[in-house]
């Protein structure tokens, strides 16, 4: 048996997994047959529920690097992690309430299609491009990165061997299916991981002695969510203020994660389905992170190895849950692929390809779409190698990295857009190229400073310090030049931003071409999102506040 490989599985456990191969690929070629044009292929012909909405938005965000890296923090820092799910429950609530009926009012099949209307042309054009590159510089290679980790320690398999088995058997049906294919296929997906995780959990607890022995066992501080200013990975001042910003470009204005909300009936699903997916992001702080926490009593991970972790608590599983909880874990690789592979395709498609060509045949589209898919896999399974100068010992903190560097001027852009429609196309340009300046300045030192040593001087401070207060920074800036062009050149005409800020969009203004939003939906949602707001404030009061003020007792 190779080095580091669990002990092999049973009939019963390869009886498990092949199971949900097979309804996978079901789902996945069903849908496959009813994509016939663009809509059908790109947005599912929009008839996605909230359910399917919801599910699939969770399932596209939690993937292989979720379970390593979020156990990984878990066992290093404890609950402090957690933060970065939480505040993606509340921009889940941002991107049902405040973006969401822009997006479909305006009908739109794509984020830098909105960026246009909203702007000009070169906007779509920034957004489109570095969406595809922060796909490859996250996304896709991290999620292959930890999927890896994985599938080295079950069947001791090489990194790439790993990468091009999740890229095949993901691509089959994404790419003859569609979003509907995707969305459909993330749902299953997504019961299926929180249950292997749900399980993986329990058999940690059992094997510690149950909740009392993990609240003696832990140490007090991974209880607390509240970190030092100073803290290397998680300063409060970061999550508190960097982290919205984040979770705004993540939540609601990345396609990756909103073409699954573009997909639905109407506004109501797709606001039920965003508020949905909310509630199910307060799940891995207990089902992914907290396991992490258990694996204190059980393993010694070594310095720097915190990635192992999540991997060597399935060891402990028994035959046949093994397998269960091993197609969850297939189930969040393949679903965050899937998620992102279909998104490339559409960006490509309808933002480059498409407008350069307005005669092409849906065939010819589609067939586009894939052929780029491909392309954007290979390069991400190239870089792969590169994340060990950017991400240290924690692959969860490397994807938020990247993330933190890339989101600020696009947040700004959408999130100041919608609100102020004195904001014009040069500020919005100046702004994005002024904050993708900062992100590669950063990106790029910090680069040669881990790999080669380079000596950065006197800016070192900037390049060293942690992540999110840059992210910060850089947002600042971004503002401040997206206000002070916008105010010193020509307003755009209230026309042109028709229903596309909320000063231009008159109150009785309906969704185009799928349903309105309805009195009755809308209480449903109101209602839900105060419930998970309190959820969230009860959360943040117990390890934010309740929990620091013992220990310091």
């Known amino acids: 048996m190779p080095e580091g490989q669990s002990a092999p599985l049973q009939i019963l456990d390869w009886s498990l997994i092949?199971?949900?191969?097979?309804?996978?690929?079901?789902?996945?070629?069903?849908?496959?047959?009813?994509?016939?044009?663009?809509?059908?292929?790109f947005l599912a012909g929009r008839h996605a529920g909230w359910v399917a909405v919801g599910g699939a938005l969770f399932a596209a965000n939690i993937s292989s690097e979720h379970f390593v890296g979020l156990a990984g923090d878990g066992y290093t820092s404890g609950f402090a992690v957690a933060q970065f799910e939480l505040f993606?429950?509340?921009?889940?609530?941002?991107?049902?309430?405040?973006?969401?009926?822009?997006?479909?009012?305006?009908?739109?099949?794509?984020?830098?299609?909105?960026?246009?209307?909203?702007?000009n042309k070169q906007c779509r054009t920034y957004?489109?491009?570095?969406?595809?590159?922060?796909?490859?510089?996250?996304?896709?290679?991290?999620?292959?990165?930890?999927?890896?980790?994985?599938?080295?320690?079950l069947f001791g398999w090489d990194l790439?061997?790993?990468?091009?088995?999740?890229?095949?058997?993901?691509?089959?049906?994404?790419?003859?299916?569609?979003?509907?294919a995707v969305i459909y296929t993330e749902l299953i997906q997504a019961f299926i991981l929180i249950g292997g995780a749900i399980i993986?959990?329990?058999?940690?607890?059992?094997?510690?002695?149950?909740?009392?022995?993990?609240?003696?066992?832990?140490?007090?501080?991974?209880?607390?969510?509240l970190k030092p200013m100073d803290h290397p990975a998680f300063p409060w001042t970061g999550m508190i203020f960097g982290l919205p910003i984040l979770g705004i470009w993540y939540w609601c204005t990345d396609q990756y994660i909103v073409q699954r909300a573009l997909g639905a009936k109407n506004v109501d699903h797709a606001r039920g389905g965003a508020i949905f997916a909310a509630f199910l992001k307060l799940l891995p702080m207990f089902i992914l992170v907290m396991p992490g926490m258990i694996a204190i009593q059980l393993f010694d991970a070594g310095e720097g190895e915190s990635n192992t972790v999540y991997p060597l608590l399935t060891t402990l599983l028994p035959v046949g849950v093994k397998g269960l909880v091993i197609a969850g874990l297939f189930a969040a690789m393949m679903s965050s692929l899937a998620a992102c592979f279909n998104s490339c395709g559409t960006l490509f498609t309808m933002d480059i390809y498409k407008?350069?060509?307005?005669?092409?045949?849906?065939?010819?589209?589609?067939?586009?779409?894939?052929?780029?898919?491909?392309i954007i896999v290979i390069l991400g399974i190239l870089y792969v190698p590169f994340m060990q100068y950017l991400g240290g010992s924690s692959l969860y903190q490397y994807l938020q990295k990247i993330q933190g560097y890339i989101s600020p001027p696009i947040a700004a852009v959408f999130l100041l857009g919608v609100?102020?429609?004195?904001?014009?196309?040069?500020?919005?340009?100046?702004?994005?190229?002024?904050?993708?300046?900062?992100g590669v300045a950063r990106l790029t030192l910090e680069f040669g400073r881990n790999a080669y040593g380079w000596d950065l001087g006197a800016i070192e401070p900037l390049i060293t310090m942690n992540f999110l207060h840059f992210a910060i920074l850089i947002f600042a800036v971004c503002v401040a030049v997206l206000v002070g062009v916008s105010m010193a050149t020509p307003a755009q005409s209230d026309q042109k931003l028709h229903g596309l800020t909320f000063a231009t969009t008159p109150k009785d203004a309906k969704a185009v071409e799928i349903g309105e939003s309805t009195a009755g939906g809308r209480r449903i949602t109101i209602v839900a999102s105060v419930i998970l707001l309190a959820a969230l404030a009860v959360i943040w009061a117990i390890?934010?506040?309740?929990?620091?003020?013992?220990?310091?007792k």
């Open 18 to 41: 092949g199971a949900y191969f097979v309804v996978v690929m079901a789902i996945g070629f069903y849908f496959a047959r009813k994509a016939k044009d663009t809509t059908s292929y």
């Open 88 to 119: 993606a429950a509340v921009a889940c609530l941002a991107l049902g309430w405040i973006f969401i009926p822009f997006y479909i009012r305006a009908g739109i099949f794509t984020m830098p299609e909105f960026l246009e209307r909203r702007y």
């Open 127 to 153: 957004l489109t491009w570095i969406s595809l590159i922060s796909y490859i510089l996250t996304k896709i290679s991290v999620t292959l990165f930890a999927g890896s980790l994985f599938l080295n320690m």
């Open 160 to 180: 790439y061997t790993s990468s091009l088995v999740m890229v095949v058997a993901t691509g089959i049906y994404t790419v003859a299916g569609g979003l509907a």
């Open 200 to 225: 993986l959990t329990l058999v940690g607890l059992d094997k510690i002695g149950g909740v009392s022995a993990f609240i003696e066992g832990i140490p007090a501080e991974h209880f607390s969510m």
């Open 355 to 374: 407008p350069r060509r307005p005669n092409a045949s849906e065939r010819e589209l589609v067939f586009v779409g894939r052929f780029v898919t491909v």
């Open 419 to 438: 609100f102020w429609k004195r904001l014009n196309g040069l500020g919005a340009l100046a702004s994005l190229y002024t904050g993708f300046a900062m």
């Open 543 to 552: 390890f934010y506040v309740i929990v620091p003020l013992s220990i310091a």
